[in-house]
């Protein structure tokens, strides 16, 4: 699988847009990007995914440079109960179960 | 019941226990994972069940013994457990095969203490 690197903290001001940088340079081309988040001692929760295109939902944007050697999560309106660690994780097609590989992630800090 | 479910929440054992951890998933799902998290280190995957199937098995010790019944239940016999072994163990799901890249859900864990 592709390495993710990820800032280990990040700050931001509540009610502005949260941007978590990702980096894989080494990702190939069936290799998808997901982002999970895991509050302090609960279960991770899926965020979104996508492979080349840029894409939306209700709880973020993901945006994938051309080359796919990195991506962006956007939190558009960050609120205090985003406080979080958001982790970045490349995980191929597979026809079978498949375990992701968190890593350390990036710790967000949401302030008032 | 929704998403996925874990019993107990919390559970404080001794190292001569017999105990089992117990997921359920509401999903339709068909994988079910079993993953521990240590304080202050990465998800570490121990099982991976498809189609009631073990698919795969990180060398996991052997005093962790998962079950499968269905695709719905999944359970984490544990017997003899050491110290090191407290952590948080976290049930996941998702859907399988076809080649997609199917999300995975989690259960809120059983945070497990070993004395």
């Known amino acids: 699988d592709a390495k993710t690197t990820q800032p280990p903290s990040m700050d931001c001001a509540e009610g502005r847009a949260a941007n978590l940088p990702c980096n894989h340079s080494?990702?190939?081309?069936?290799?998808?990007v997901y982002w999970y988040r895991q509050i302090h001692s609960q279960g991770p929760q899926y965020i979104i995914h996508?492979?080349?295109n840029n894409e939306t939902n209700e709880m973020a944007s993901l945006i994938i440079t051309e080359d796919r050697k990195s991506s962006t999560l956007i939190l558009p309106h960050a609120t205090l109960r985003d406080t979080a660690v958001y982790y970045c994780?490349?995980?191929?097609?597979?026809?079978?179960?498949?375990?992701?590989?968190f890593g350390k992630g990036t710790s967000l800090l949401v302030t008032p | 019941e929704t998403g996925v479910t874990q019993t107990p929440r919390h559970l404080v054992m001794g190292m001569t226990n017999k105990k089992s951890l117990k997921c359920e998933q509401h999903?339709?799902?068909?994988?079910m994972y079993w993953y521990k998290q240590s304080a202050k280190k990465p998800l570490e995957l121990m099982f991976v069940?498809?189609?009631?199937?073990?698919?795969e098995n990180n060398s996991v010790p052997s005093r962790f013994s998962p079950e499968c019944p269905n695709s719905s239940h999944l359970f984490l016999h544990l017997h003899t457990l050491q110290p090191e072994d407290s952590a948080l163990y976290l049930c996941?799901?998702?859907?399988?095969?076809?080649?997609?890249?199917?999300?995975?859900?989690f259960g809120p864990g059983t945070r497990l203490t070993v004395t």
């Open positions: 994780i490349v995980r191929p097609i597979s026809n079978s179960g498949y375990a992701l590989n």
């Open positions: 080494t990702i190939s081309g069936n290799e998808y």
């Open positions: 996508g492979l080349k």
């Open positions: 999903l339709g799902h068909n994988a």
């Open positions: 069940y498809s189609l009631e199937e073990r698919v």
């Open positions: 996941a799901s998702s859907q399988d095969g076809g080649g997609l890249p199917y999300e995975q859900y």
